[in-house]
């Protein structure tokens, strides 16, 4: 919890990208009727509100993404044109509620987090990395655009804080215009991709490993450790480390 809020109070900045990836920013934009939100619960806690909104961000490849976003709201709102997202995956949004609190108070600030990205598991029971490589090799195989699962996660963390915008503005409330972002593992990947792809994004606190450079890092580890780590054997088990020079492989990687 300190590391986040450390995170979230010194505000990692990232400036506006010259231009999003093309592919994501294309999907990210596209319409989709089946977005949709709406408040399931409210709560008042020691002067703090929490809302839980039921939000479906999207459909991708026929299934519906549907996920729980909690909006924690303290006493005293000092810095009302921004929020944080915490990008979380499978579990109760609810049980996030004390360190949201404690990011709300400190921040003077609202903050939310979304739960659920990815939607799981999909395609013969695959979850996390194991969907993930499984999408880039369909991406590989098919070429269509679409298909990298790193494309619908980001959508989720984009919809929900169109979510919280339209939220915290109802009956006009301070709406915040700008976005401090974080998220562990795939969801730490997914804060990097949000801030490339959306403007409103003014800070990123990812909690991964960083690997900007994908073929330069699995290169020096086969040099040194003479194989891939066993953490990514979902990749290896596709063979995707071996063609990182695949055209479409390497436009995945870029």
């Given at each position: 919890m300190r590391l986040v809020i450390l995170l979230f109070a010194a505000l990692v900045i990232v400036p506006p990208p010259a231009r999003a990836v093309d592919a994501l920013g294309d999907y990210i934009r596209k319409p989709d009727d089946s977005f949709a939100w709406k408040?399931?619960?409210q709560r008042d806690v020691d002067g703090f509100?929490?809302?839980r909104l039921d939000l479906t961000s999207q459909t991708w490849r026929g299934h519906a993404w549907q996920h729980q976003v909690l909006v924690v709201r303290p006493p005293q709102v000092r810095n009302k044109d921004i929020a944080l997202l915490f990008i979380t995956g499978d579990g109760d949004v609810s049980k996030l509620f004390n360190l949201l609190k404690t990011l709300s108070e400190r921040a003077g600030?609202?903050?939310a987090a979304v739960n659920r990205v990815p939607n799981q598991p999909l395609h013969d029971g695959r979850k996390e990395d194991a969907l993930i490589a499984f999408t880039f090799n369909e991406y590989i195989k098919t070429g269509d655009r679409e298909w990298p699962l790193l494309f619908p996660m980001?959508?989720?963390a984009v919809r929900a804080m169109d979510a919280v915008q339209a939220f915290t503005s109802r009956g006009g409330g301070a709406k915040p215009v700008r976005f401090v972002v974080t998220g562990?593992?795939?969801r730490g990947w997914t804060t990097w991709l949000t801030a490339a792809a959306d403007a409103r994004v003014a800070g990123i606190a990812p909690m991964v490993i960083d690997m900007l450079n994908m073929k330069a890092q699995t290169q020096w580890a086969q040099k040194v450790y003479g194989a891939q780590s066993q953490?990514?054997?979902?990749y290896t088990d596709l063979n995707l480390v071996e063609r990182m020079d695949d055209p479409r492989m390497v436009e995945i990687r870029s």
């Open positions: 408040q399931a619960e509100t929490a809302t600030a609202v903050a980001t959508k989720s562990a593992s795939k953490q990514i054997r979902d």
